[in-house]
């Protein structure tokens, strides 16, 4: 469980960042971190929150860990819908299509590192009046929750902990994790799965 402790206090902090939404939520991208933001907005009363990836693997992980839907675009919104989108795909273009998706006054929170200088719809920012948040890392206290949070709940995380491998064979391991698509951690050293 202490390998998730990092990433859910990320997700804590996005969360938090987002002032604790209380309308509708999308998360785009459901690797770890999408899918750690949905269970705490979960977690947090939030009931109208949908992922979205492009991985239909991703999609059907994060959805029964979840239980919210998770689909390949972002949903259509009514005008004035109070919408706040979690960015954690770290993809430019999955982030822009999004920007021309989302309703007027969309929160949008950026949670995922993007590799490389991301071109942005300001277009869409403006004239949609959207609220763009950065979130990078977390606080002490969002560590504590997260913490917490583990504690007493180890079985709904325990799926996203993936694979292991042991030290001999982490880089076969890491190409193997590079061409699939599951949202759970590969952890090396000590056991190896069989």
Not at 117 to 127: E, I, K, M
Request: hydrophobic share 45%; net charge negative.
């Amino acid at each position: 469980m202490a390998a998730l402790a990092e990433p859910l206090a990320v997700a804590e902090h996005a969360v938090g960042r987002a002032g604790r939404p209380t309308g509708s939520a999308v998360v785009l991208g459901a690797g770890a971190v999408g899918t750690l933001v949905a269970l705490v907005l979960r977690d947090s009363g939030l009931r109208d929150v949908t992922l979205v990836d492009a991985d239909e693997g991703r999609r059907q992980q994060a959805a029964a860990l979840t239980a919210f839907p998770a689909v390949d675009a972002v949903p259509r919104f009514a005008p004035g819908a109070g919408v706040t989108l979690f960015e954690c795909s770290g993809s430019a273009g999955a982030l822009n299509a999004a920007l021309r998706a989302v309703p007027v006054r969309t929160h949008v929170v950026l949670v995922e590192v993007h590799s490389e200088a991301t071109p942005t719809d300001l277009d869409a920012l403006l004239h949609k009046e959207i609220t763009l948040t950065g979130s990078s890392s977390h606080s002490r206290a969002d560590f504590v929750r997260a913490v917490g949070r583990l504690a007493r709940s180890p079985e709904t995380f325990r799926p996203l902990l993936g694979r292991r491998a042991g030290l001999d064979d982490a880089p076969a391991a890491l190409t193997r994790l590079a061409h699939t698509h599951d949202a759970g951690k590969l952890l090396v050293g000590g056991q190896e799965d069989s």
